[in-house]
């Protein structure tokens, strides 16, 4: 676990800020509009922490941020500070389980499940290509330009890119802020969105409750992280007895085998039944 940083040094690229300062509807309802190029009224108040799970006994999964727009569609806004070379396949699961709650069971009426989009926020570049902005949707191969118009988008975005085709400045000083959360960036922006992010900011990293929140959240986490080192410790002491039983047992059957295969061989028995009667191999009852 990295090192722990005071409230008021935490950017919105770690998850305690990200998800405090986007329960403010407000907020995240800029920050759509910055990354999607256009207008997002929101229907419900964002939930933080919504967890996904199909059944009981399937994968479970935590989204930072889920959030409904005024048409219906969903968005389920993450940051992400390390690269675990899993992203895609993870957003995968993350799409999935969003449209698995979408429709009742037995609704066949497929065309009423809600537009669903999937926006990764990283400090680093996923693709290697330098944008800013990844966006993908199901495509043709053999059809240049034919989409599968499914409602589903992936959206990865990368504060550190290097190559503005395509994108705004807005959106680009808005990833800049992400990763250095200051007054300083946010007024070299001059955009009244992130300016206004930034007062939510301040009211956050000056608030009591909220730091005693951030305090409690990390000790849980390092409780979480205790109690997960203690069961490894235990289970691995586990594995290491019935290993050594295991290998007690074998050690012990083998030498009451050889034990046995000398005796036979005393009383004259060929090496043949004594390897069926012992389980020894011909040559280890020659070496007798």
């Given at each position: 676990m990295e090192k722990k940083k005071e409230l008021k040094d935490l950017n919105l690229l770690d998850r305690f800020l990200f998800a405090e300062a986007v329960e403010d509807p407000e907020i995240l309802q800029d920050m759509l509009e910055i990354i999607l190029g256009r207008d997002v009224v929101l229907k419900h108040l964002p939930q933080t922490e919504k967890e996904g799970r199909r059944a009981a006994?399937?994968?479970?999964?935590?989204?930072?941020?889920w959030a409904m727009d005024e048409d219906e569609a969903i968005y389920d806004t993450e940051v992400q500070k390390k690269n675990t070379y899993n992203l895609p396949r993870r957003t995968r699961l993350y799409n999935g389980l969003i449209d698995s709650k979408l429709l009742e069971s037995g609704d066949i009426e497929y065309n009423r499940m809600n537009d669903v989009y999937i926006i990764m926020i990283m400090p680093f570049d996923l693709f290697g290509l330098g944008l800013y902005r990844y966006?993908?949707?199901?495509?043709?191969?053999?059809?240049?330009?034919?989409?599968?118009?499914?409602g589903a988008t992936r959206i990865f975005l990368n504060t550190r890119g290097t190559d503005p085709a395509g994108v705004s400045e807005e959106l680009i000083a808005l990833l800049r802020y992400f990763e250095d959360t200051s007054k300083e960036m946010a007024e070299h922006s001059s955009s009244g969105k992130i300016l206004k992010m930034q007062k939510k900011i301040e009211q956050i990293r000056s608030s009591e409750e909220i730091g005693v929140k951030y305090m409690n959240a990390y000790e849980e986490?390092?409780?979480?992280?205790?109690?997960a080192r203690e069961e490894g410790l235990k289970e691995g002491r586990e594995d290491g007895l019935r290993e050594g039983l295991e290998k007690g047992l074998q050690e012990g059957q083998k030498k009451a085998s050889k034990a046995m295969a000398a005796e036979l061989k005393k009383l004259g028995r060929p090496p043949e039944e004594i390897s069926k009667v012992t389980k020894l191999s011909l040559k280890e009852i020659e070496a007798l």
């Open positions: 006994w399937s994968r479970q999964i935590r989204m930072d941020v966006t993908f949707r199901m495509a043709c191969q053999e059809v240049p330009g034919l989409e599968l118009d499914d986490r390092l409780l979480e992280l205790q109690e």
